[in-house]
């Protein structure tokens, strides 16, 4: 069962605008990690940003932030300014389990086009 | 410090041959997880390895192996290579603490003629 949702094969914004990405999970396990990645045209994965199950807080990591709502089980990533170089494909991820053994499974991703 | 490592970076082969991938973690990570990446099917989680055992499998066939070594560096084998089999292999290490972030190599592409 597909446990990493992203609804948006691809998203347009314009260039200093604020973009978000969709992304729903998931789990029946209580401890768990939500991440995001970035995925340029060179191939090599980027990680960005990263949210416990247990965070209270938001996290904020620069132009980046996750909007987490647990109840929901959403994990939305949220670009602010956008710029021309976050034109990238965007990867939400989750890791189950908080001991050794576990695994992080990855959504199909959303292509960001930044547009000047 | 040194990132990931993977090589080689692109390699080309035939039906029916078979190719070793080598991943070099970060220094002090002792867990590697393999990932294949495909346009059809995106990030498909390998397999995963700490101190030289493999702790997690994905759905792949037995075509796809893998081991790590003492000094934690890892390889995959992929045996009997099919057309599908082509694709971007991702390497990403872990320190077994706090997010436990994988920090991924830049990929060995491999295509299979």
């Known amino acids: 069962a597909q446990k990493i949702t992203q609804t948006q094969p691809g998203m347009f914004v314009q260039e200093k605008e604020a973009v978000t990405l969709d992304c729903t999970y998931d789990?029946?396990?209580?401890?768990?990690?939500l991440f995001w990645y970035k995925q340029p045209s060179s191939g090599e994965m980027i990680f960005l940003i990263y949210?416990?199950?247990?965070?209270?807080q938001n996290a904020t990591e620069g132009r980046y932030s996750l909007n987490f709502q647990k109840a929901r089980k959403s994990a939305n990533l949220v670009i602010s300014a956008s710029q021309l170089g976050d034109s990238a494909m965007y990867f939400c991820?989750?890791?189950?389990?908080?001991?050794?053994?576990?695994?992080?499974?990855f959504g199909a991703g959303t292509r960001l086009f930044v547009k000047a | 410090k040194a990132g990931v490592t993977q090589t080689p970076r692109y390699l080309i082969k035939t039906r029916g041959q078979q190719v070793t991938l080598s991943c070099s973690p970060i220094?002090?990570?002792?867990?590697v997880s393999w990932y294949q990446q495909t346009p059809g099917q995106g990030l498909q989680f390998l397999f995963e390895?700490?101190?030289?055992?493999?702790?997690n499998k994905g759905n792949f066939p037995g075509r796809f192996s893998g081991r790590q070594f003492s000094n934690s560096r890892s390889e995959m084998n992929v045996s009997t290579l099919e057309l599908g089999d082509s694709a971007l292999y991702l390497c990403?290490?872990?320190?077994?603490?706090?997010?436990?972030?994988?920090?991924f190599g830049a990929g060995s592409r491999l295509t299979v003629l």
């Open positions: 990403a290490s872990r320190r077994e603490a706090g997010a436990n972030v994988l920090t």
């Open positions: 789990t029946s396990d209580p401890s768990y990690g």
């Open positions: 949210q416990g199950s247990y965070d209270q």
């Open positions: 991820a989750m890791r189950e389990g908080n001991t050794g053994g576990f695994k992080t499974i």
């Open positions: 220094s002090g990570h002792r867990s």
């Open positions: 390895y700490f101190s030289e055992t493999q702790r």
